[in-house]
Every structure is written in structure tokens, then in C-alpha cells.
């Protein structure tokens, strides 16, 4: 079994920092893409995904948040600067995850960690 759990959600003012973390466990041969993504009633699904050293971001984020991993962790972060009300939302870990004996990657996700931005 192959679990994602994400932490560092909590509240934040506007203009603020938070910084998210994901680590993968369980039997895992390797990973492939990780990444958040957000999806806050009434909006825009907002993607942020990071492979092979290449990173993409939905333009509501760009210049703000920052994706990052540890390999050697299994551990995806996100760098959220210059927090906006609108970026509240549950921020969702997803890894395309190789486990032994598989031919191909699977998708997993984690539960979630709410981020709260107040004016």
C-alpha cells in the first residue's frame, strides 16, 4: 500500500507564508510526477506539478508558490508566499507512484491539508 500525507496547512494572513509538505510511504520503487492541486467551491481547479526537474504552475500562482521535492524523501513541498484570500482552499498531494512488480506508474492521493487565508 502506498500512502501520501500531507501537513503544514493552518491559517495565514494576506501577504503571508505557509509552506506545505508530502511524503510518500509504503512500497515504492520509484516516483514520477508530484504535485497539488487545489480546487475551492465556485473555482478554478489549480494544478502545480513537478517531473524530471520541470515544474508547471496554473498563472494564479505563478511568481507565488514554489514546488520543490526530495527524491531521496519521497517528499514533494510547497512554497506559498504573498498568500491572497483567494487561495484558501483543502491543497490536495498527488504522486505518480511505481511499485515493485508494476509496469507502470499509478496515481495516489493524499486527504488533504486546508489552507486558510484571512484578509
Known amino acids: 500500500q502506498v500512502q501520501l500525507v500531507e501537513s503544514g496547512g493552518g491559517l495565514a494572513q494576506a501577504g503571508g507564508s505557509l509552506r506545505l509538505s508530502c511524503t510518500a510511504s509504503g512500497s515504492i520503487s520509484s516516483i514520477g510526477a508530484m504535485g497539488w492541486y487545489r480546487q475551492a467551491p465556485g473555482k478554478e481547479l489549480v494544478v502545480m506539478i513537478t517531473?524530471?526537474?520541470?515544474?508547471n504552475y496554473a498563472d494564479s500562482v505563478k511568481g507565488r508558490f514554489t514546488i520543490s521535492r526530495d527524491n531521496a524523501k519521497n517528499t514533494v513541498y510547497l512554497q506559498m508566499n504573498s498568500l491572497k484570500p483567494e487561495d484558501t482552499a483543502v491543497y490536495y498531494c498527488?504522486?505518480?507512484?511505481?511499485?515493485?512488480?508494476?509496469?507502470?506508474?499509478?496515481?495516489?492521493w493524499g486527504k488533504g491539508t486546508l489552507v486558510t487565508v484571512s484578509e
Open positions: 517531473h524530471d526537474n520541470i515544474t
Open positions: 498527488g504522486a505518480n507512484v511505481y511499485v515493485p512488480g508494476d509496469a507502470y506508474g499509478r496515481n495516489y
